[in-house]
């Protein structure tokens, strides 16, 4: 069940609201629990039970390590010892398929007959919840939190369905006050509604149309120029509109329960740089890997070979986070953490400065061709999409492609353009059409709402991209 399903949509959000609603204020966190809870037991009931023992283990750490109040040995060991048992937990979901195929084809090389392996399936969310975790007991152990002595209320944190699945990244100390306290109003809930018709219009009208595109582009076997840069473009405004949508959906949900989650993102094909890049995409992961693992490892205090050094392994860290089926991932936190590099150097130097225009045609362009790394079912692929971008497979579109596209797909990506762009064109508009933009800006999400809705009813259900790390 995702958000985008009539099976969210008609029977588990409307019935959930109902029982949020009336119950009294002091028992919606409960209500929320059980809501959540069952939301996961509706993807898979092995997935609810490693959650539970996740939150139980977190949440008895954080009491464990708030008593140990003198600073030492023990309470750093124990706090280690927590994240090595989350880290660890998180590596065999997430890594065990790929250790394991690499070794089997190993074996496979040498002539040996190589063992059966039953893959290992990813519980929803993981990912997520795992790093919300890990931050709340780091912040226990610095004492920038007070640790939270109800299990209800934690476990509310960790497991609200409307971000634990896919994001954002909410840290404790971000909901602690409105776990005790919140408002459960028609204002908040109004403009929480319109926040989740807008990310679910990203979601249904951009991103699961241009789908189809992208997952042939992806597979042609020997991809033109054309195959390549249409699947990279394409694939570029699905993740955009996919992720953002889900975090626009989640935030809204928030909202309308009472919750104020920070944005995920920040116009970030806008950017000028890689490093602002950064600043705008996927906001809670950038805030967490700075604040929890660049800084941990030293950030920029120990010297200049040093700070390139953790901007490196932050973002191959950050690379392998992505995802457990392909060494790509690793790879593309790599080729992302040698630009934030080059950026550093070259800003800090005597070079002349990029000009406007080139420094952000520069980095979308550096991001759309990482993009095809991350998105490439293997290497093998990735190697073969990059001699299709640069012309050395032919620039003809392919027959695979071209049976593929209609003209809905052309209307989804010159939507998903207006979309990108819409931030810069918005102080025109709203100054040359002034009161017609305030009502277009105030309909058009019921209008999208309708559409996507019609979409979701006529079509089958395309997961959120983000579910799979």
């Known amino acids: 069940m995702v958000f985008a399903s009539l099976e969210f949509l008609t029977l588990f959000?409307?019935?959930?609201?109902?029982?949020?609603?009336?119950?009294?204020?002091?028992?919606?966190?409960?209500?929320?629990?059980?809501?959540?809870w069952l939301f996961y037991g509706w993807l898979?009931?092995?997935?609810?039970?490693?959650?539970?023992?996740?939150?139980?283990?977190?949440?008895?750490?954080?009491?464990?390590?708030?008593?140990?109040?003198?600073?030492?040995?023990?309470?750093?060991?124990?706090?280690?010892?927590?994240?090595?048992?989350?880290?660890?937990?998180?590596?065999?979901?997430k890594y065990a398929n790929i250790v394991a195929g690499t070794l089997i084809d190993t074996i496979i090389g040498y002539g040996v007959l190589p063992p059966d392996w039953q893959r290992v399936i990813m519980p929803a969310g993981l990912s997520f919840i795992v790093l919300q975790a890990i931050s709340y007991l780091v912040d226990v152990h610095?004492?920038?939190?007070?640790?939270?002595?109800?299990?209800?209320?934690?476990?509310?944190?960790?497991?609200?369905?409307?971000?634990?699945?896919?994001?954002?990244?909410?840290?404790?100390d971000w909901v602690r006050r409105e776990l005790n306290q919140r408002y459960f109003n028609l204002q908040n809930f109004s403009l929480g509604a319109r926040r989740f018709m807008v990310g679910m219009s990203m979601k249904v009208l951009?991103?699961?149309?241009?789908?189809?595109?992208?997952?042939?582009?992806?597979?042609?076997?020997?991809p033109s120029f054309s195959d390549a840069w249409i699947g990279c473009l394409a694939y570029s405004l699905q993740l955009f509109f996919d992720f953002a949508g889900y975090s626009a959906m989640a935030i809204g949900l928030g909202l309308m329960l009472g919750f104020h989650f920070p944005e995920n993102f920040d116009r970030p094909y806008l950017a000028n740089s890689i490093q602002d890049f950064w600043r705008r995409w996927h906001l809670s992961l950038s805030s967490w890997l700075r604040d929890y693992l660049y800084i941990s490892l030293g950030?920029?205090?120990n010297g200049t070979w040093k700070t390139y050094r953790n901007l490196f392994l932050t973002m191959a860290i950050a690379g392998l986070w992505h995802g457990g089926d392909s060494w790509n991932f690793l790879l593309w936190g790599c080729a992302h953490g040698l630009a934030l590099c080059v950026d550093r150097a070259w800003s800090r130097s005597t070079l002349p400065s990029v000009p406007p225009v080139l420094s952000h045609g520069l980095t979308l362009l550096f991001v759309c061709l990482a993009?095809?790394?991350?998105?490439?079912?293997?290497?093998?692929?990735?190697?073969?999409?990059?001699?299709?971008?640069?012309?050395?497979?032919?620039?003809?579109?392919?027959?695979?492609?071209?049976?593929?596209?209609?003209?809905?797909?052309?209307?989804?990506?010159?939507?998903g353009v207006v979309g990108v762009i819409a931030p810069l064109l918005r102080p025109y508009c709203e100054k040359q059409l002034g009161g017609i933009a305030f009502y277009a800006a105030a309909l058009w999400p019921i209008a999208g709402f309708m559409l996507s809705f019609a979409l979701i009813a006529s079509r089958e259900t395309v997961p959120f991209l983000y579910f799979q790390f």
């Not at 944190?157 to 699945?165: C, K, T």
Request: hydrophobic letters at 50%; aromatic letters at 10%.
């Open 13 to 36: 959000l409307p019935l959930f609201l109902c029982a949020y609603a009336v119950c009294p204020a002091a028992w919606r966190n409960v209500t929320l629990l059980i809501g959540s």
């Open 44 to 93: 898979s009931p092995r997935f609810l039970a490693v959650h539970v023992i996740l939150t139980i283990t977190a949440w008895t750490g954080g009491l464990l390590i708030d008593a140990l109040r003198e600073e030492g040995k023990g309470r750093v060991r124990l706090l280690a010892t927590l994240i090595v048992l989350n880290t660890a937990v998180l590596c065999w979901y």
């Open 142 to 172: 610095r004492r920038t939190v007070p640790v939270e002595r109800s299990f209800i209320n934690y476990a509310t944190y960790i497991s609200m369905f409307g971000h634990s699945v896919a994001g954002p990244i909410i840290r404790y």
């Open 206 to 222: 951009v991103a699961d149309t241009l789908s189809p595109v992208v997952d042939v582009a992806f597979n042609v076997q020997n």
């Open 299 to 301: 950030g920029n205090r």
């Open 371 to 415: 993009w095809t790394l991350f998105r490439a079912p293997d290497f093998h692929s990735a190697l073969n999409l990059y001699a299709g971008q640069f012309g050395l497979q032919g620039i003809a579109l392919g027959d695979e492609l071209s049976a593929t596209l209609r003209p809905v797909h052309g209307l989804a990506g010159l939507l």
